[in-house]
């Protein structure tokens, strides 16, 4: 169903660049895709005019060192176990919106970001690929896999990603379920209280699960384990993350729709606040698949 045919990976001349591009050597020989594209926005606003001036004069413009010095970077990082070319794309303008331009235009499956930065949280709702984000902590490892689950079609793409990645790497999976219980709905209830009726509410999401492989015609001895927790007032991802981080997960999935901007500002839970997460667990953000919208309203609606 997922296909990873073209992957961007976008560079900002910092340190990321090193670790984004070692990280993207790891996952291009699990994936196999027929192109990389790494592409770098050049934001000359930010610079005074004498400066940009001085570059017009030199014998070499701008464009050119940075492409010599992004080339170089790549070139030493860059190592694939098949024949795979690259390309080196650098625009001029706004990061955000050229990135998002040029994925839109190019039919790009999987974009890799950096988790940290400000354009992360720009354009990971605004891409139409799947993202990744990676840090220099992020291990080449793909042995575990924890889907964020919350019963949806989006939670459905989700795990359809960790089962194509699966399939490539005989990684296992595990669903996770966050129960919200609102504690300032019932003044006299304690999260000690809350424990104490965790075993009504491991049935309640049992059922919940049960239900969901059935929509998605999965037999319920091959589904995987969906593990729960309860959220207080700790924000869901963060808690998504916790769980991965103490029981040693390689790779955080989570879905999403293709959201306008006004809706993802509207909505309170959305998987971008996954961004500026700095810790060492690469997540990825897997977007609504364009073919598989009448499969997936045939099943959910």
């Known amino acids: 169903m997922y296909k990873f045919n073209n992957i961007l990976i ?14 993207t050597s790891f996952i291009a020989n699990i994936l196999k895709p027929k192109k990389l594209v790494f592409i770098h926005v050049m934001e000359t606003y930010d610079l005074p005019d004498e400066i940009i001036d001085s ?54 499956d999987l974009s890799i970001l950096s988790g940290k930065g400000s354009v992360a949280k720009k354009v990971a709702g605004l891409l139409p690929s799947s993202v990744l984000m990676v840090n220099e902590k992020s291990k080449h490892k793909l042995k575990k896999l924890l889907v964020k689950m919350d019963f949806s079609k989006t939670s459905y793409l989700a795990l359809l990603m960790a089962q194509k990645l699966a399939n490539l790497t005989g990684a296992s999976i595990e669903c996770h379920y966050v129960h ?61 993350y916790n769980h991965a981080a103490k029981n040693n997960f390689d790779l955080i999935l989570t879905g999403t729709k293709i959201k306008s901007i006004l809706s993802r500002t509207l909505l309170e839970k959305n998987p971008e606040k996954y961004v ?11 977007k609504d698949y364009k073919k598989s919208n009448g499969f997936l309203k045939d099943i959910f609606d």
Request: net charge negative; charged share 30%.
């Open 10 to 23: 976008c560079l900002d001349l910092t340190e990321a660049d090193y670790f984004l591009i070692n990280y």
């Open 55 to 108: 570059f017009h004069d030199s014998e070499e413009n701008l464009e050119k060192i940075l492409k010599k010095e992004l080339e170089e970077r790549i070139n030493s990082a860059l190592s694939v176990n098949y024949d795979l070319d690259y390309t080196l794309v650098i625009e001029q303008g706004l990061a955000a919106e050229k990135i998002v331009q040029y994925s839109k235009n190019n039919d790009i």
């Open 180 to 240: 919200k219980f609102p504690l300032n709905y019932f003044p006299k209830m304690t999260p000690d209280n809350v424990k104490d009726i965790k075993n009504e509410l491991k049935e309640h999401v049992d059922n919940k699960y049960e239900e969901f492989i059935k929509n998605m015609n999965i037999n319920k001895k091959d589904a995987p384990l969906c593990s729960f927790c309860i959220e207080y007032h700790d924000e869901e991802s963060y808690l998504v």
């Open 276 to 286: 500026g997460i700095d810790k060492e667990i690469p997540i990825m953000i897997v």
